[in-house]
């Protein structure tokens, strides 16, 4: 449990009850998390109005770069989709509040294999999802992710190998970074959170053997300080709710 002086204190670490409906459901499987720690004041153009960025107890934001695996997506009726339900994803992510003290995520980019999920997710959400060609080996415990932007902004790469290791606990940071119930994203002139809720992450060590990465500067974000340690997680399944106007 928090004691007063946890940064956790007052913070969500578990789900809150989901509202009705579900309109999403779906498993992310082989996250790896990369953070590093962003001056606040130089992301906070990046917010939509009624969000801004979530600073942690050290005075930083972050910015994550997550390669994981899409698996049996569904919309409305719990029933994947039929291959497009399958697919890769690398994802670059800010950390947002709002005067509710909600805490999500705010994506600057969602890189996908399923062109189908750009237009869809634009369109209904106003999630920057971008076409990619992407790939994911494993040789034992080594895993390479691997992804090349299609469109927009063809030509933009990133490349991460991981070795994964032992079971580790999260830290107080690292379960700030990874207990986040919501995304706001910008549509139609408003701003929307989208809440969700999974259960606890397990998480594993993640030696990083290899990375080069353009997606977090293409983000329009410099870090301020030294990439945090890595971690590997083999996944949780996953519902969304409605969304709603902040």
């Known amino acids: 449990m928090p004691t007063a002086s946890d940064p956790l204190t007052n913070f969500p670490v578990d789900a809150p009850p989901l509202p009705s409906p579900v309109f999403t459901t779906q498993r992310w499987n082989d996250l790896v998390f990369l953070h590093w720690p962003v001056d606040p004041a130089a992301v906070a153009h990046l917010f939509p109005a009624g969000c801004r960025p979530d600073v942690f107890a050290d005075g930083m934001t972050y910015v994550g770069l997550i390669p994981f695996a899409m698996c049996d997506l569904s919309f409305v009726a719990p029933v994947p989709v039929p291959y497009f339900g399958d697919f890769l994803e690398t994802n670059v992510r800010l950390y947002s509040t709002d005067d509710r003290g909600r805490h999500g995520v705010l994506f600057r980019s969602l890189e996908t294999e399923r062109l189908a999920m750009v237009g869809i997710s634009r369109a209904t959400l106003g999630l920057p999802y971008t076409w990619a060609r992407m790939r994911l080996t494993r040789n034992g415990d080594r895993i390479t992710y691997v992804t090349a932007r299609r469109w927009p902004d063809r030509g933009l790469r990133s490349e991460v190998t991981v070795d994964v290791g032992a079971p580790v606990t999260a830290t107080s940071l690292e379960t700030w970074l990874t207990a986040r119930w919501g995304a706001h994203t910008r549509k139609a002139g408003r701003t929307w959170w ?47 709710g409605r969304p709603s106007v902040v």
Not at 216 to 235: D, H, I, K, N, Y
């Open 194 to 240: 989208v809440p969700n809720e999974h259960a606890p992450w397990t998480f594993r060590a993640a030696e990083v053997v290899g990375i080069a990465d353009e997606l977090v500067a293409a983000a329009g974000v410099t870090p301020a300080g030294e990439r945090l340690r890595a971690l590997f997680s083999p996944g949780t399944f996953t519902r969304f």
